[in-house]
């Protein structure tokens, strides 16, 4: 039997924005427990919300960067339950008429494959506050749960897509997608380890060829682009090892334990989710004019598709180093500068995505923060380029850059690693090798011809060796060959 | 029609509210009451009406992103039954 995984995800990005949606209070990560709960944010009596402008030009970007319809008449609804992180009993939030429709979005793939996922809506909320269930308090000991309203009324959009994906791989495409556009657009900083950005995963099987879908279950909160491809795996695995075993798959909401690597049941609520959705009272439709969309839509910033078209045509990258180098704005900025610095895009493209992303990788290091920068790789470049170093010397010069020894220019000098391409130099160096190795040329004179070129290996290695790797490899090649040629 | 007993239980769950058994057979007459009403608007033809978000004709004023708000902690836990470090504190509660 084969089975096909069914996958739709809804993504929820909190919004950049300096004050809540509701509340001027402030959105600022980090601040100590409850000290930016306002009065709106904890429902005392006789407050009344008042919508934030800013949450909904972001949630206007983010829609006309998905190709999705904008709902210029919006609704806010309550959906209603209990929750102690929830203190009016409600949370405010969007139903019928959310302010993002349906879009569609590209998403690409490792294979260089691109595939369309559609966008069902995308709709602005409230986020709740944080429940501490590990505490012990010095009054109360275990019994109690400390409640911090800080985070309660943030903005948030939560971004639904249909079940459009077949595989983990594109469901991580797709989020990763996301996380671009909503960082391109700076409406969030996307950070998904602070969870500005956590993922519910609906998932389902069924075989392939079948129309209908299979019931599915919903994975809670994951929060890195590993463990969605992990919890999605494992969650598939289990739903079709439990219908080949002839049973069935249970609609539920289940929450992925990386440490086990396994999905499980939340609790079975008493009471099955009936959210009671109406519209809000105290907040009357938003109407936003075509004037206000039409300038947020001429003041978006390139988005990743645009800037991966033209990374291809304007600097002649591969899709994949082109996919590879927009998925980050700043990645992408970074690569463009490098790239019209030194005037050597493809070579900029490697070292972005080789030595560079290396080094920040093991510094855990964000491209902002890289030691090197652009600039300086782009002189780094430049003289790989004009035959100052070899490519292998330059990465000795890249290790000390991002050891803050200067620019290239400065280590090349310091450090005495400037390329020999003095010719009585280099037929010195290959005049002695050959002159120190009589049976690896006597062996070089008798191969044939068509074996001559790999046998030349040898010299080159050893001449480079007594050079400490300065020597034009071009001129060592050249000269080697004349000389040993000559001695046929 | 009223509404038979298990709604009613089941709608004073999820509303949190506590309704004693004397009170229940009322309740239920009432909602049923409410019902009627409701199912009188059903049988209106509302072809071609959009569906009424708010009884005021008017749209929604916005404000601009600023932070107003100072922090007041100090005042608000006051009001809190429990309070410890900062934190309101409630009975446990875990998923």
Request: glycine share 0%.
């Given at each position: 039997m084969e089975w096909e995984i069914v996958i739709g995800l809804e993504v929820h990005v909190q919004l950049?924005?300096?004050?809540k949606l509701f509340s001027g209070a402030s959105t600022r990560f980090g601040a100590a427990p409850n000290t930016q709960a306002c009065a709106v944010d904890l429902a005392m009596p006789g407050t009344l919300p008042v919508p934030n402008e800013e949450a909904f030009r972001h949630a206007v970007m983010f829609g006309l960067a998905m190709n999705a319809e904008i709902g210029r008449r919006s609704v806010f609804e309550r959906k209603n339950y209990f929750y102690p992180d929830l203190p009016k009993g409600y949370q405010t939030t969007q139903l019928a008429q959310p302010i993002v429709g349906p879009g569609e979005i590209e998403i690409h793939l490792e294979d260089g494959s691109s595939k369309k996922v559609r966008l069902h809506h995308a709709h602005l909320e409230e986020d709740a506050g944080k429940s501490l269930h590990e505490t012990i308090f010095e009054t109360h000991g275990h019994g109690m749960s400390g409640i911090d309203l800080n985070r309660a009324g943030t903005p948030l959009i939560e971004i639904v897509s249909e079940p459009d994906m077949r595989s983990a791989a594109e469901a991580v495409a797709y989020l990763k997608k996301i996380h671009s556009i909503v960082t391109y657009l700076g409406i969030s900083d996307g950070d998904m380890s602070q969870g500005s950005m956590r993922c519910d995963a609906n998932v389902s099987v069924r075989l392939k060829g079948e129309e209908k879908l299979g019931t599915r279950a919903e994975i809670k909160n994951i929060n890195s682009f590993r463990f969605v491809e992990k919890a999605i795996v494992v969650e598939a695995q289990r739903q079709i090892d439990l219908i080949e075993d002839g049973g069935s798959v249970v609609q539920e909401t289940r929450l992925y334990d990386s440490d086990k690597n396994e999905t499980r049941s939340m609790r079975s609520k008493e009471v099955a989710n009936d959210y009671r959705y109406f519209p809000c009272p105290d907040l009357l439709p938003v109407e936003l004019s075509e004037d206000y969309v039409e300038t947020v839509r001429s003041r978006l910033p390139e988005l990743p598709d645009a800037k991966y078209a033209r990374f291809q045509s304007e600097y002649s990258l591969s899709a994949y180093d082109a996919d590879q180098l927009t998925q980050e704005r700043a990645v992408a900025d970074y690569f463009e500068t490098v790239a019209k610095e030194s005037g050597e895009p493809k070579l900029a493209a490697n070292w972005v995505m080789g030595e560079l992303a290396a080094l920040l990788n093991r510094e855990e290091l964000p491209i902002e923060r890289s030691p090197v920068s652009a600039e300086q790789l782009a002189g780094l470049i430049a003289r790989i380029t004009d035959n100052t170093i070899s490519s292998k010397i330059a990465k000795q010069v890249f290790e000390a850059m991002a050891a803050g020894e200067g620019d290239a220019d400065a280590v090349i000098e310091k450090r005495g690693l400037?390329?020999?391409?003095d010719t009585g130099a280099i037929e010195k160096m290959v005049d002695e090798v050959i002159a120190a190795s009589p049976a690896q040329v006597e062996n070089y004179r008798k191969a044939e011809e068509a074996k001559r070129p790999k046998m030349m290996g040898y010299f080159v290695g050893q001449i480079m060796k007594a050079s400490k790797g300065q020597a034009n490899p071009q001129m060592i090649n050249k000269i080697l060959k004349e000389k040993l040629d000559a001695l046929l | 029609m009223a509404v038979d007993t298990q709604t009613v239980e089941k709608l004073a769950e999820l509303a949190r509210i506590a309704i004693s058994e004397e009170t229940i057979d009322e309740v239920g007459n009432r909602l049923g009451e409410v019902l009627q009403l409701v199912d009188q608007l059903q049988a209106v033809s509302t072809e071609g009406v959009a569906p009424m978000?708010?009884?005021?004709d008017e749209v929604q004023v916005l404000r601009a992103d600023e932070i107003t708000e100072s922090n007041r902690r100090e005042e608000f836990l006051a009001l809190a039954p429990q309070s410890e470090g900062g934190l309101y504190l409630v009975p446990k509660v875990i998923d």
């Open positions: 950049a924005t300096k004050s400037k390329q020999v391409s | 978000a708010h009884p005021l």
